[in-house]
């Protein structure tokens, strides 16, 4: 216990300096969604390895199809040691729309928020401030001995596209990968900014973009409207068709593996005694929409959804043009819980799609990746002890929670690693991540790096 | 008649320097619905006002709120001529997309079509190639003592943006413009390649943008994804209810004042033998569209329509992102007919929209103008002798026809000055106007041109 409170010490001592090295880190325009930042992500990879190779440890960005993946080793201080695998990923949402930023989106700076000092730049939060709590409570440990636990670290860099490289990575670099015993993913959020959280659930993601084709070429709506179809016209009634009056999705079958909540699980979540009303103002809104009768916190945690994230069809500029489209496009995208199915989704979807097309009309699929919900379990070993130790460091009762978002990485884990995973994270609902002006309260990054420091002395007692 | 043919021997022995002028006109990138062009549509002004200045008329560049409008005057060689005034606009449609374009748009070159040469460029048919063959016509009776009518010229450069400055600058110079007795209207098109034609219906036009708005900032789809209202969705619907499954738009009173076709105008239709397929297959597509049970020249000709121009929501880049829009906005345009009022139908539609807004979705409304059908009368003098004059050029009988697009000033003539307008264009229906690689038939330029000088020496006769 001396160790740890040596270390706590020198993290709370270090936290500037340990805000520098963050910084950096943000200022490198990681997108990995854009192929202009292609050079970008190879670079915030290499300072990631650079950072673990200057704490002593072994490091490698190792090529994949896409972006690359960071793999680092380091040693314990005691030979019987537990061995955890610490994962985040280094790469970023797009920065747009532009215009709606403060300041520039890579140029990290340091403001007074309502509670506490943030931090804002693209990445802030999701996932560059995350993943760093975790290698400066690291830091902190061989300042002071040496780690409590052996470490693998694992960095990707394709997290926000559906990480489509991870799969065959764990394939390839199984046998290295799967001796830690027990995953740590640092990609999730606290209860309240006073309330850490410890997430149990995630819904899994299928998307799917369709491009719609008409006519031949973009067409003058006088001398054409009429008699041609306009893609649309088509597109919208698609949309329009995914769901009825009641929010619920018409897919043929969606609701096939969708559980409803569990007695236990639904008291735990109530007495978190959840402000739907601030919830809803804080994004501008007064309503809860979606599903008739369904609460925000069990919509968000616990039930499937779809969402149209983008769409763009004929003339967007300034002003008019009478054009007759030849072209349409969305990108939709598919929220999965319980056992639902991703493939068999996206099957009934392109269906649905292909079920709506009028003569004339010809829809082409992209595939934006697909993977089903996680649910661990919760009453395991590892489990208690990171709940305590998050309990003492922040004073009061880590909640077991649900996220909305997907972590393919932890099923990944699960499916090819046979590994369960602890997801902990400090990020707030009011964050802004994938939005203009992402954040990172200081409070979460230097808690945070408290709070692993604390998790990972408690892991090894 | 001496005269008649001189002036087509000039025409004809001069086409490749008319051409050249031409030309010169297409290079100036007057694209009037963008602020950046601006510069470029005061050129286009400057540099008709020069053209006719070189002929020794009097012309004067004039400002309006928007682009400005190019007023001329040229005396007859008799004294007891005819007065017409001759109507034709600089502005073009935007060339985007422009990586569909085979070259240059504002670079224009000669091809060889599939019978004729075609002038290629942005506003080679729309209008200012049409234009041209008015200016080089009279060009060819100065070279020959002098023009058989007395001519007005008015040329503006906002009819892509539905004409805004127009009707107040009618009622500004109403004594000097209304003086004439005709207007001769420039921005039709021919019945096909071998056959002129009178265009007697032009469908009016209402262009409304929506803005719809949703959460006070793009979210999540993780995050928020469930009991948040997606604007998208919200868009969607309203775009799916406009139509009804036989092709109907489903606004309340929409029909009213939409008249069933005479049967003269019916017959004479009907004799022209159009050919829907080959219309159809030469824009891709293989089945009539639109309203069931009517056929594709009553649809673009006489019935009214919704068409969405454009829609844009949401992440539209490359790749996925798993964004919640705040935001989602359409372009909605309706093509009118008979006696349907504008400004009723612009208020029905807000009202639709209105009516379709869940709670916490606000409507934004743009109005992009609003004018209503015309129809002109089709016994007069006038358009016997131009269509006399116009059989005689191209040896067959010229059709009278309708037309799918709106020409706002038409409706303006008639309402503010009190005044007629034949409208004769040599444009076809394969000219790709609004769309990349717009080209104009050498053959409509020349024979375009010839046309003129025959119209201008019939209604003299």
Redesign the interface.
């Known amino acids: 216990m001396a160790t740890l409170e040596a270390v706590l010490d020198t993290i709370d001592k270090n936290i500037d300096v340990s805000k520098e090295r963050l910084f950096d880190f943000l200022r490198i325009k990681s997108v990995s ?3 202009a930042y292609t050079g970008e992500c190879q670079r915030a990879a290499e300072w990631l390895s650079n950072e673990l190779e200057s704490l002593g440890y072994k490091a490698e960005v190792r090529p994949t199809p896409g972006h690359p993946i960071v793999v680092g080793h380091a040693a314990a201080k005691r030979k019987d040691a537990p061995h955890v695998l610490f994962y985040g990923h280094y790469d970023v ?2 920065a ?2 532009l215009e ?1 930023w403060t300041t520039d989106p890579f140029e990290p700076r340091l403001q007074q928020g309502k509670e506490a000092q943030e931090i804002v730049a693209r990445g802030a939060s999701d996932d560059k401030g995350q993943l760093m709590t975790f290698v400066e409570a690291c830091r902190a440990f061989e300042a002071n001995g040496g780690l409590p636990c052996e470490v693998t670290f694992l960095f990707e860099g394709e997290e ?3 990480s489509p490289s991870l799969p065959g990575f764990l394939a390839q670099y199984k046998a290295e990968l799967s001796e830690p015993a027990l995953a740590l993913v640092c990609d999730t959020g606290m209860w309240n900014a006073a309330t850490p959280a410890i997430t149990i659930m995630l ?1 899994g ?1 299928a ?1 799917e ?1 369709v491009v719609l084709r ?17 893609p ?2 088509v ?9 009825d009056a009641e929010g619920k999705v018409t897919l043929s079958g969606f609701y096939d593996g969708v559980p409803e909540l569990p007695e236990e699980i639904a008291e735990q979540w109530r007495s978190l005694n959840f402000d739907e009303m601030a919830f809803l103002q804080s ?9 008739t009768g ?3 916190m069990e ?2 945690w616990a ?1 499937p ?1 779809c ?19 030849a072209q ?4 939709f ?1 598919f ?1 999965l819980v319980g056992t639902q199915d991703p493939k068999k989704i996206v099957d009934r979807f392109r269906a649905f799609v292909r079920e709506r097309l ?3 009309v010809q829809a082409e699929f992209v595939s ?2 697909a993977s089903g919900a996680l649910r661990l379990p919760f009453g395991s070993e590892p489990l208690k002890r990171a709940r305590r130790a998050l309990s003492e460091e922040w004073g009061v009762e880590a909640a077991l929670t649900g ?4 972590i393919p990485i932890v099923g990944a884990f699960k499916r090819d690693l046979d590994m369960d995973a602890l997801m902990i994270g400090f990020a707030l ?1 009011d964050d ?5 002006n992402e954040k990172y309260s200081f409070t979460s990054f230097r808690k945070g790096t408290r709070s692993w420091a604390r998790v990972l002395a408690a892991l090894a007692a």
């Open positions: 969604t854009d192929p949402q797009p747009d729309p709606l926000e596209t559906g819904r993601l998307q973009e008409g006519a031949s070429h973009d067409l003058h709506s006088g001398m054409f409207g009429g008699p041609v179809v306009n649309i016209h597109m919208a009634k698609i949309i329009a068709d995914l769901h994004i501008g809104l007064t309503t809860v929409g979606g599903e369904r609460s925000v919509q968000i039930r959804t969402d149209v994230n983008g769409v763009v069809g004929g003339y967007t500029g300034k002003g008019s043009k009478t054009v007759l489209p349409a496009s969305a990108k995208s929220r009028p003569a004339d934006h990746g996220c909305g978002g997907s609902d802004r991540i994938h939005s203009p």
